[in-house]
């Protein structure tokens, strides 16, 4: 999966409407508190995204969260979760927020990394397969990690 970016899109260009950012008042809770997820934002929230007018670009973002890692899951017997084993907190960090809106990385093999996806909280998630063609690690010359997968359509 890569992305070019088009001149309209280049840093410091506008084209559509400012996000508004939902502030949630102090002292108001979230409900269910996940170690390591602590946002709030109904637009997103327990599969709303899908309403969206760029839903695409979207599901685009929660799957790279799920996808560009190189962390092991492990199951968590007593909750049925997964917890993950990260080379960094943000590693593991990214992937509990793209679990919690629904894009939960679920298995790794030598070859593969599967996500089960549930972009509606009432549909049985589908467990899709991304071949992995290639990781390249982080630097500090680079500043980040990458990695290269194929999805089922081929792309």
Known sequence: MAMDLDESSRIGARSGPEIEL???????SCQNRIKG????????MNGNWVQEPNK?????????LALCHTAIPELNEET????????SPDEGAFLIAAREFGFEYCKRTQSSIFVRERHIPSQEPI????????????????KRMSVIVQDETGH
């Open 37 to 44: 997820f602590s946002f709030e934002d109904n637009r997103l």
């Open 56 to 64: 695409d670009v979207i599901l685009l973002f929660f799957r790279i």
């Open 22 to 28: 939902e502030v949630v008042p102090k002292g108001v």
């Open 127 to 142: 467990e899709r397969e991304f071949k992995l063609l290639n990781i390249l690690d982080f630097t500090s010359k680079r």
């Open 80 to 87: 049925g979760m997964y917890n993950y084993v990260a080379e």
